[in-house]
């Protein structure tokens, strides 16, 4: 691109003078006809009228509306880099002047990003704009209005991707961590360099990305950080049943207790293949108001379905937990909680099958079968077999 | 007995394709499957080993090698039954591997706690989720979700074919 770099040294033979003196006042601006340097100049002339440190005048909106925008729009996309090359340059001064390599490195970057997809792609456009948008914003925090006519520009210059703006806040998110990224090893690259010296005009600029009041990379990606934890935590508060809860540390504990219990379903469930689809143990229920003791699988909706086909291993298990309650209730409970299996009394166990009766249906969740008269035992018991079904149990789950 | 039509799924989708495999496997523990000795508690424990198994290698498959803990599964699984022969170097080599892997991904130097999430837990949900040892906290959260989308398949499917055998 031949009018690129030729224009490039323009600019950069501009730039290095005026880098020192902050209080640039040019004469009013000509409009250019398709010189290019004029362009140039009349860019540079509204150059100082943003720098951050020192605000003249209110940045006038867009040039590019003058230029063809075929043309013009990859020397926009330079210049504006120029631009902002300039005003981080001008704004920091003596000042952190790693950050301001950092972030002309940064602001390259993105140029040349949207340079490389300038024809067609979109994404970069939201790229840009997203991460001109966070950049301005932080930079905004130092500088005051004059990031928002900074931005506006940016938008102008950005040929055809004014409509992206409006998205450009949806991509704020998921653009952050490429952001963050890029930022950090942007960060470590003009730290090495460690130059005071205006870069190179060159496409590959290495611009630091400011972000709020913290430069120091370990803040910042220790903020990116915390941000993509935050997001997977969100995304597994969706999986999770009861995920209401708002704590952290808290939902971490949900977490661990919901994936023990599925662990621990499929257990039971390949018990239950065992003799033919034989029952997975019973459920001893004693006559007459015993106690009420919740799910041992944490988390889950109690009330599963499994059907006692075989006697067998049902009076096994009774003849188990009997023998545990007679030396003490906690080891049967225990027990039957190693099953995944609960203790209910007979009031409260009818109430449930009443309720939900449909025991044979495999959609079903939260049915009980109830079997009188099947244990060998007294015939004030009576038989359960309880399994704790998943909430989330649906044909369109996965 | 059955009216159940099950619903037009997806053929390539992680459901079809763990229920494919788990009831193929199935078949063939029924096929050997002696016709005495089958309540002692040991054959019946045996049993069930190799019907969970069975289960678990199933939804590893299913998952390929995509995914860090399908991985850890599927070596889990392959060097139990061969006893312990050179478990020790295998060991080493997979945290070795685990950790190439994943050194890539970790970005930031953390300073120990990041101010959300307690260790203790991350290290309990790290127990957990197989492979998930050599996993910082960012990956760990990130298995953990795949893991429990699986698991819930796995549990459907397994729930419906019991049903569906149930008489």
Not at chain 1, 28 to 42: G, K, N, R, V
Not at chain 2, 22 to 51: G, V, W
Request: glycine fraction near 8%.
């Amino acid at each position: 691109m031949q009018p690129c770099s030729r224009e490039m040294q323009a600019m950069n033979s501009l730039l290095n003078p005026t880098l020192q003196d902050q209080q640039i006042q040019t004469p009013p601006l000509d409009h250019p006809t398709s010189s290019h340097d004029d362009f140039l100049e009349q860019m540079l002339s509204t150059l100082p009228s943003c720098s951050w440190s020192d605000l003249k005048s209110p940045w006038d909106p867009p040039k590019s509306d003058e230029t063809d925008n075929n043309v013009g729009f990859h020397y926009d996309e330079i210049l504006a880099s120029k631009l902002r090359h300039h005003q981080i340059n001008g704004g920091d001064g003596g000042g952190s002047s790693p950050a301001a390599a950092a972030m002309k490195i940064m602001m390259q970057q993105q140029m040349m990003l949207t340079m490389g997809v300038s024809t067609g792609a979109t994404g970069s456009h939201h790229q840009n704009d997203v991460v001109d948008c966070s950049s301005f914003k932080s930079l905004n925090q130092q500088g005051g209005e004059g990031s928002n006519s900074m931005q506006a520009l940016f938008n102008g210059f950005s040929a055809g991707s004014l409509h992206e703006t409006n998205q450009s806040h949806h991509f704020h998110h998921p653009q952050t961590p490429n952001f963050g990224a890029t930022a950090r090893t942007v960060m470590n690259q003009s730290q090495a360099s460690g130059s005071t010296t205006p870069a190179p005009a060159q496409p590959k600029q290495r611009v630091r990305a400011r972000r709020g009041q913290a430069t120091d990379p370990h803040s910042i990606a220790e903020r990116l950080r915390r941000e993509r934890i935050a997001e997977r935590m969100k995304a597994l508060q969706e999986l999770v049943p009861n995920a209401n809860k708002t704590d952290k540390a808290s939902m971490l504990d949900e977490i661990i207790d919901y994936v023990k219990f599925l662990q621990l379903q499929v257990k039971v469930l390949s018990m239950s293949r065992l003799g033919g689809a034989a029952a997975v143990a019973p459920l001893v229920a004693e006559g007459g108001g015993g106690r009420v003791q919740t799910t041992a699988n944490g988390g889950g909706s109690s009330g599963g379905n499994q059907t006692s086909g075989n006697n067998d291993s049902v009076a096994v298990t009774e003849h188990q937990v009997a023998k545990l309650m007679e030396e003490d209730m906690g080891s049967a409970m225990q027990y039957l909680q190693g099953k995944g299996l609960c203790l209910m009394p007979i009031s409260l166990a009818t109430a449930i099958s009443t309720s939900t009766c449909h025991s044979r249906n495999p959609m079903m969740k939260g049915a009980l079968l109830q079997s009188n008269g099947e244990g060998p035992s007294s015939p004030s018991m009576s038989v359960l077999t309880v399994q704790s079904a998943t909430p989330t149990m649906g044909n369109g789950g996965l | 007995m059955n009216k159940y039509n099950p619903p037009r799924m997806n053929p390539s989708s992680l459901r079809s394709r763990f229920a494919t495999r788990f009831l193929r496997s199935l078949s063939e523990i029924n096929a050997q499957k002696p016709t005495a000795s089958s309540s002692s508690p040991t054959e019946i424990f045996r049993r069930y080993r190799r019907i969970k198994v069975a289960a678990d290698k199933s939804m590893a498959y299913s998952v390929r090698s995509r995914r860090t803990w399908s991985r850890a599964m599927l070596w889990k699984l392959r060097t139990r039954p061969c006893g312990r022969r050179s478990v020790k170097t295998s060991t080493i080599v997979r945290k070795t591997r685990h950790e190439k892997q994943n050194k890539n991904t970790t970005t930031a130097t953390t300073t120990g706690e990041d101010g959300v999430v307690s260790g203790v837990e991350a290290d309990e949900l790290r127990e957990l989720v197989p492979g998930g040892e050599a996993m910082d906290l960012y990956n760990l959260l990130d298995e953990t979700a795949h893991y429990i989308k699986c698991l819930t398949t796995q549990v459907q499917v397994m729930k419906k074919i019991a049903d569906f055998y149930s008489p």
